[in-house]
């Protein structure tokens, strides 16, 4: 296991390595323009731009300005907007990622309880009505744009229903867990049920998949020639087998939400967590503000991921052979 | 079969788009229309009207007629139905060429890969790995940011930034590797097999066996990927714009639409509703469409992301 673990997260120091080479290239090697041009935005003027080639030591070779860019992202953490000018990025992104995570991780416990419950549900009534409309629901949730559900939520929510319905709900923002704990989870409830309606029904669809293949192994013949109930055959042997693969599969979409359904989630409902941060960077180009959300991220997630698959490997000892 | 049918709706609508513009709506669904003036019912109505609550205008309303203004106008005074059908267009185009674009190159890349096996393949593998591991709505973002301020030149390739190739490429390449893996995959466990051994033994060339005994067997999983990755293209590029980075103006697709109708959300709600329910449907339609065909296919195939 030790083993395992050292070599899944040399993987990871690898693969972020690779990842910043190419945050790299996109922002400081992409043919076109002159990139201290891109850097400082628009309307940057010759002294900005003489700034930005000395910063980012634009007239050296590339090597180098590779290990620049990666000292002001990490080691000194002063990279600089040239937008708002003087703000330094890095604060900003480490202030906003309380937020972020827990936009994501409340989401998730939210998307794991629906997603097994309706895949169990589901595999256990197979035939029956609610079985397809589950299946329907996973479907249709994977189809709907995280943004667009969003700004339905808040339609329902914020508009004419406020004042009847959910006169308890905020209007959006957020309050730090530590300052008031019940604020917390109202302010993110509905953030929260945005996201986890994307991704359980995909959960569902796939574990009850999962349990009608385990249901035909041997080891669930065994247990019923055993005389077990169905239902004990079904929590205790098919389910615990079922889910090694939620495990796996959440261990990548915990990842991409991230990077995506997080950071449009966070734009509609004003979270200002590192998604909102980098949209902010987007609607007035700043360039520094957008690489280090970028880079940030993802890094989170290579680590986030590694620490999935060491968990996986805890629960299934097959794969710390095979990888 | 409805999946189907519900596609070539869309389809079909959305090339009609410049029908409806020109012979219901008669006005431009892509200049603003601060100034105008239609006539409902026998009298004539500003496009934008004072706001109720005293300050400022406020576009028209659904008129649910179809001669004019059916879902309202947006903040420029623009028709938004006529702009819906437009930006279908766009949307569906980017959908199906970045699919198109993805499919093919990840079915090539991953041919060879997997039957040359190798430094090809090892190379192949790990740019793979690198692209699959980078967050793919992040990497879409950085490269959409980068190349709208520029456009790409390189050597005797310009695409200018304010075009539709740029979303197209961008969402094609980043999706690469999630069908290519698979396809390398396949083809690697094909190579072992006895029709293939038999086909090397037998001195046939390497692009003769690529074209007449792999691709035969790797075709059935390349036409279960081909709606899935229609609908996750459509919904990348909605996100892309609606974050400002993918269709830039004066195109519209539905995620611009969306973006227009987050200002508009609590007055004049249909705005952002239409659209949003126009990728719903699609998406749909082609999520279910990749399942039918899946069970039709190729049971066993699959896509990250997908079920």
Same mark, same amino acid.
């Given at each position: ?40 935005? &628009? ?21 180098? &300005? ?43 416990? *939210? ?10 549900? %589901? ?91 385990? !249901? ?35 261990? @990548? ?71 | ?6 596609? !070539?709706? !869309? ?59 059916? @879902? ?9 139905? %006529? &702009? ?26 991953? !041919? ?145 639409? *969306? ?41 066993? %195939? ?6």
């Amino acid at each position: 296991m030790f083993r395992y673990i050292i070599r899944r997260l040399i993987s990871a120091v690898l693969v972020m390595f690779a990842i910043s080479v190419m945050v790299f290239l996109i922002f400081f090697a992409t043919p076109g323009v002159n990139p201290a041009a891109r850097i400082a935005g &628009r309307s940057a003027s010759p002294e900005v731009l003489r700034h930005v080639s000395i910063e980012f030591g634009l007239d050296k070779p590339l090597p180098i &300005r590779y290990l620049i860019m990666m000292y002001h992202l990490f080691i000194k953490q002063d990279l600089t907007s040239y937008v708002n000018i003087g703000d330094k990025i890095i604060p900003q992104i480490i202030a906003a990622a309380p937020i972020t995570l827990s936009l994501v991780f409340g989401a998730a416990v *939210i998307w794991l309880i629906v997603g097994i419950l309706g895949g169990v549900v %589901a595999a256990s009534n197979r035939g029956k009505f609610i079985d397809p409309l589950i299946m329907f629901i996973g479907i249709a949730t994977i189809s709907i744009p995280a943004y667009w559900l969003g700004e339905m939520v808040n339609l329902i929510t914020q508009d004419k229903l406020h004042a009847s319905l959910f006169p308890w709900l905020p209007n959006g923002g957020y309050v730090a867990i530590t300052s008031n704990p019940w604020q917390w989870a109202l302010h993110l409830l509905f953030p929260w049920l945005t996201l986890a309606a994307l991704y359980s029904g995909i959960y569902a669809r796939v574990l009850r998949g999962e349990l009608i293949n385990a !249901m035909n192994e041997d080891y669930i013949r065994t247990a019923r020639a055993k005389g077990l109930s169905e239902r004990r055959i079904l929590y205790r042997h098919a389910l615990r087998c079922s889910l090694i693969t939620i495990v796996s599969l959440f261990g @990548l979409d915990f990842g991409a939400l991230i990077g995506g359904a997080a950071l449009l989630t966070e734009v509609v409902f004003g979270l200002q967590g590192v998604g909102w941060l980098t949209y902010q960077g987007l609607t007035n180009l700043d360039l520094p503000l957008i690489m280090g959300c970028v880079m940030y991220g993802a890094f989170f997630v290579v680590l986030a991921s590694a620490v999935v698959d060491i968990l996986y490997a805890y629960l299934d000892p097959r794969v710390r052979i095979a990888t | 079969m409805i999946a189907l049918g519900v596609l !070539m709706f !869309m389809v079909i609508v959305s090339l009609c788009a410049p029908i409806y513009a020109h012979h219901f709506a008669h006005d431009d669904p892509f200049n603003s229309n601060l100034q105008g003036r239609i006539k409902i019912g026998g009298k004539f109505r500003s496009v934008m009207q004072a706001n109720p609550s005293g300050l400022g205008v406020v576009p028209i309303a659904p008129t649910w007629s179809f001669s004019h203004y059916f @879902l309202g106008a947006d903040e420029l005074g623009r028709d938004v139905f %006529a &702009r819906l059908l437009y930006g279908g267009r766009v949307s569906l185009l980017i959908g199906f060429s970045s699919a198109v674009i993805c499919v093919f190159v990840a079915a090539v890349m991953g !041919m060879v890969a997997g039957y040359f096996g190798g430094v090809v393949d090892w190379l192949m593998s790990r740019l793979f790995d690198i692209i699959w591991a980078f967050p793919i709505y992040l990497l879409a973002i950085s490269l959409s940011v980068i190349l709208l301020t520029s456009g790409l030149n390189l050597g005797v390739i310009h695409i200018s930034a304010g075009s539709l190739l740029l979303p197209i490429l961008i969402i094609a390449s980043v999706y690469v590797p999630y069908v290519a893996r698979p396809i390398r995959g396949i083809v690697f466990s094909l190579k072992e097999r006895e029709f293939i051994q038999a086909a090397i033994a037998s001195g046939a060339s390497d692009w003769h066996i690529l074209r007449k005994e792999i691709l035969p067997n790797v075709a059935p999983s390349v036409i279960v990927f081909f709606p899935l990755m229609v609908a996750f293209s459509l919904l990348t590029e909605s996100a892309l714009s609606f974050l400002s980075i993918g269709v830039q103006p004066p195109q519209a697709s539905w995620g611009t639409i *969306i973006q227009d109708g987050l200002q508009l959300l609590y007055t004049r709600p249909w705005v952002a509703i239409a659209p949003g329910l126009c990728i719903v449907v699609t998406a749909g339609a082609l999520n279910i469409l990749g399942d039918g065909a899946r069970d039709a296919f190729d049971p066993k %195939a699959k896509l990250r992301g997908s079920i």
